[in-house]
């Protein structure tokens, strides 16, 4: 079960990539590039309504990037993922307005409860098939949403509001439209470059080979179970991230906002990005969460198209539209490293 | 941190062409604080978040038609404050609290002097904090849930009658009629569990009948035999449905199909022509809480009124069309009484109101922001239609 | 108490019937169809639209044009399962699982915003209801439309029981599902039995989808996502792959659920029912009638 690579030869080493698109694409300061536009992006336009849809945006990364470790690197086929937001957003919401506290000290509390959350959803199901672990996963998503919209302390149907804000320190109130943009911005870099450098890490190297063929991975002493807990977690924590953002964006949280569709857009974002690749990704979720904005007429169709797209892009190219190159530097000896190869810190890759 | 030289030039070309399109609008270096909606001069633009796209994009037809309709005649007749025309802006907010978000932002940042948009309690509620930030006041036509107003927030007003009233007026009609004993069902969102739990409330404060059963179902689903089991096995007088048409109908001929021979009430989210037709046979004598519709009303005024939209947008009015309307000509007179677009004089304008007159009888606020009597009456369905049964007076 | 075991079956008959479609196709290609709900609703929808262009029909003929309706129905719901089949999957049958899962996804997705750019977003009526007399079998009220269209639905799946037993098809199918390349070998037409399967299981699905427009009178575009779970839920309770496994899960199902929210309330029906399918694959991937099998690599 060899999707990417071939395997039967060597690895193919890294010549200069052919047109300038993907010259600019594979640019290792894109991510940087990317950041300065987004800091310089209010002075452009400021209005609540820009702000409001670039920090949405922004938001929708931040769960793409999460959800890019467990479909992306791992291969796992979430179909639930937005529970994990709704768990964050909902501890982020009660424990804050129970005891009255500002957002930012609600993030141990959410971090305990997402990392429950992914050991309670992975643990019965990850040692399931792929496919049934892709059903089981919107189960799971599902009752989320309904036991949230049956249960009291998660204020019913209506939600939670009122959620109080970020962090105010004097006249400094990081819920100010602008600054929460900025601070939402700052967060999601960290986290994407977080999972960016993740893929590199002994951890993430071992997600692929689970992916490419987890029987081989097991037979060369993988663990491959806790290794897709992990990559579980991981998404969890980015997801409970992203909802803690989500909550205080809105000052409200509301079961209606965990609905399947949820999880179908951050997937579409992952896979027309490219799985795996953290600049597809990024692209692809801020494309996907703009478009709707740039295109209220076609509400329609929209729906449509992507479900089409999702087909198409699968029939042509399986790996995504701009998948990650789907193999390991070669080092020969240790000092003999392709300088176009060699890992440049703080660049996301 | 070095940057390569295609780094540089990539990271230069972004800045330059930031910076240069800063200069031609609202950025942060701009300057200018374009987004106040009191400027006094051009149209006064009213904002409308309405459902345009999802399920519930029909409603949102409804609502943009019926306050377009009170827009034209407003303009027709000379505009307000010197001849200065109304403007209205409806942004979808699909029902969803994140679309709402959006919606109202884009509202606030087009500089609206006042909102008269709210369908979904839901998406509303996480939208009266960007209003209120921005001083602008909320006139919502159709969201009722208590929830709205229990924030206090001193621009929201409610001209839909609230779940309470709604209860108050279901109550009224179920002692009239004798019904000892009802059974409440919602289906779970916050507009429809607001009128259940309300209208248990009244019912066991004022103890002339029995709530025999509260019971909620999961929308979109096509069986509802684990419901219809329930309210067959306590066998009460009065069924209250208080959710909407596309599962009031299928519960409706359900029950019917089990055998049920007692009278069922349906809330005003399933007054809509589709319920009998979903429904079928079975829905004939169902009774329904609901504000006066235009179908309702007796009187010329009301035919006149029909025939206008139906010239002016080719279709028959439908829900909230009337109170989207009547939320236009509110904002008007509060913005006339004003004399100026700034937000808090349109609230203490609109405070002042006392017996303008709307579809659901003379206005007038209660302290908290909502009708000080609901309008609420009682229609039953005969022949497939909605008519009007008792008007509760 | 029968009351809820009557519900409870009629319920898990419309069940066993998508289940069979999720099933025979698993069986067979190992692929999660996942517009399979979809085509469910997609029969409802068509159902509709050719009752709608025919105009008023007498209450007396009314079972007759819902028989004639539902044959045109699983007719064409067949050529869509397979088109799907030939777009979406045959070009992705020896890519990655995950490529394919996405791809099922994306075919749900076309299928119900198609229905609803075509139809538009809202609940239609049906224009032709099953009515009928109502009587009392040992305390459980049963309407005559139930009895009609459980029948139906037993015809159906006797029918293609001994279709799979007794047909030459049947053995063919069979025997890919056992070994595909072996099959291909043994000179069985593979892609000719894998359109079929589809033909057949989409035919069945569409079927449910008038008999449930018929019935319940309402269809919406996104009818066929919960039942479309649901069903996947039944056939890995009966054993995923196996035919009559999914007739039993269909009717388990609908008896668990209808027992679950007589305990527990309405509202949490969909909870027991995934919980019921997350506890099977933990403890009984398996199912009830399912053999263990060994993963081939």
Known sequence: ?349 | MKFGKRGTALLGIATAVLLVSSGCSGGLLGGGNDSSGSSDTGPIKLGMVAPTSGSSAPTGVYMKNGAQLAVDEINKAGGILDGRKLELIVADGACDAQQAVAAANKLVSSGVAVSVGGYCSGATLPTLPIFAKADVPMIIPAANSQDLVKQGLKNVFLINGTGMQQSTAALEFIKKQGYATVALVDDNTSYSKDITTETQKQIEADGAAKVVLNTSVTAGESDYSAVVRDIMSKNPALVYWTAYYQEGGLVINQLKQAGYSGAIMVADGSVDPSLPKIAGAASEGVFATMTQTPETLEGADAAKWIASYKTAFGADPGPYSTQSYDAVRVAAEAIKKAGNTKGADIIKALEGIDGFKMFSGPLKFTPEHTLSSGGFVILEIKDGKFVLKDSLS | ?297
Request: charged share 10%; hydrophobic share 55%; glycine share 12%.
């Open chain 1, 1 to 349: 079960m060899s999707e990417n690579v071939d395997t039967t030869r060597a690895p193919r080493k890294v010549g200069a990539p052919s047109s300038a698109l993907s010259r600019i694409l594979e640019n290792k300061h894109l991510g940087w590039v990317a950041f300065a536009i987004a800091l310089l992006a209010p002075f452009v336009t400021a209005t609540p309504y820009s702000l409001n849809v670039m920090t949405t945006a922004a938001i929708f990364v931040m769960l793409a990037s999460g959800l890019n470790i467990v479909v992306g690197y791992c291969g796992l086929l979430d179909l639930g993922y937005i529970a994990f937001m709704a768990v964050g957003a909902y501890t982020a919401g009660i424990v804050s307005r129970t005891f009255q506290l500002p957002l930012i000290f609600t993030i141990p509390a959410v971090l305990v409860m997402t990392v429950l959350a992914g050991l309670i959803i992975g643990a019965p199901t990850l040692r399931l098939r792929s496919d049934y672990l892709a059903i089981v996963t919107l189960g799971f998503g599902e009752i989320t949403r309904i036991t949230a919209n049956n249960l009291s302390i998660t204020g019913g149907p209506s939600g939670i509001f009122g959620v109080p804000g970020l962090l105010q320190i004097g006249d400094l109130d990081l819920q100010q439209p602008v600054i929460f943009y900025y601070v939402t911005v700052l967060v999601v870099s960290g986290f994407v470059l977080a999972s960016a450098r993740l893929r590199g890490s002994r951890l993430g190297r071992a997600w692929r080979f689970v992916r490419e063929d987890e029987d081989a991975a097991e037979a060369m002493g993988i663990h491959t179970y806790k290794v897709k807990l992990l990559a579980y977690i991981f998404g969890a924590v980015w997801g409970g991230f992203g909802g803690v953002l989500f909550a205080s964006h809105l000052s409200a949280v509301s079961p209606q906002s965990f609905v399947f569709l949820q999880s179908a857009l951050v997937l579409m974002a992952v896979v027309l990005g490219g799985m795996g690749n953290m600049r597809g990704v990024v692209i692809g979720a801020i494309v996907i969460s703009l478009l709707p904005e740039l295109l209220r007429e076609f509400s329609v169709y929209r729906y449509l198209a992507f479900g089409l797209l999702l087909v198409v892009a699968m029939v042509f190219r399986p790996q995504g539209l701009w998948p990650a190159r789907g193999f390991e530097p070669e080092r020969v000896d240790g000092t003999k490293i392709d300088p176009a190869l060699k890992p440049t810190k703080g660049s996301a890759r």
């Open chain 3, 1 to 297: 108490m029968t009351q809820v075991i009557w519900d409870g079956l009629f319920v898990g008959s419309f069940y066993a019937l998508i289940a069979l479609g999720y099933s025979m196709v698993y069986g067979i290609i190992k692929l999660l169809n996942f517009a399979h709900g979809d085509i469910y609703m997609l029969g409802a929808f068509i159902g509709f639209a050719a009752l709608t262009s025919v105009g008023g029909i007498p209450a007396s003929l009314s079972l007759v044009a819902l028989l004639i309706v539902m044959l045109l129905s699983m007719l064409l719901t067949g050529v869509a399962g397979v088109v799907i089949e030939r777009l979406a999957y045959r070009p992705l049958r020896s890519a990655p699982r995950l490529a394919v899962l996405i791809t099922a996804v994306g075919a749900s997705f076309s299928l119900e915003y198609g229905i609803s750019a075509i139809a538009g977003p809202n609940p239609r009526s049906f224009p032709v209801r099953l009515e009928g007399g109502v009587f009392d079998f040992i305390g459980a009220r049963i309407s005559l439309p139930q009895i009609i269209l459980m029948v139906i639905a037993a015809l159906l799946m006797f029918w293609l029981n001994t279709y799979v037993q007794r047909t030459s098809t049947g053995r063919a199918m069979r025997s890919i599902a056992l070994d595909m390349k072996g099959s291909l070998l043994m000179g069985v037409n593979v892609d000719a039995v894998i359109t079929r399967t589809f033909f057949i299981g989409s035919a069945l699905a569409g079927a449910a989808g008038v008999m449930a427009g018929a019935y319940y009178g309402k269809i919406d575009f996104l009818m066929g996502f919960i039942i479309g779970l649901k069903a996947f839920t039944a056939a890995v309770i009966g054993g995923i792959g196996n035919i009559k496994g999914a007739m039993l899960g269909g009717l388990v199902l609908g008896l668990v659920e209808a027992i679950g929210s007589d305990l527990f309330g309405g509202q949490w029906r969909d909870v027991f029912a995934f919980g019921v399918l997350i506890l099977f694959l933990t403890l009984r991937p398996t199912g009830i009638l399912g053999e263990r099998v060994t993963e081939r690599v």
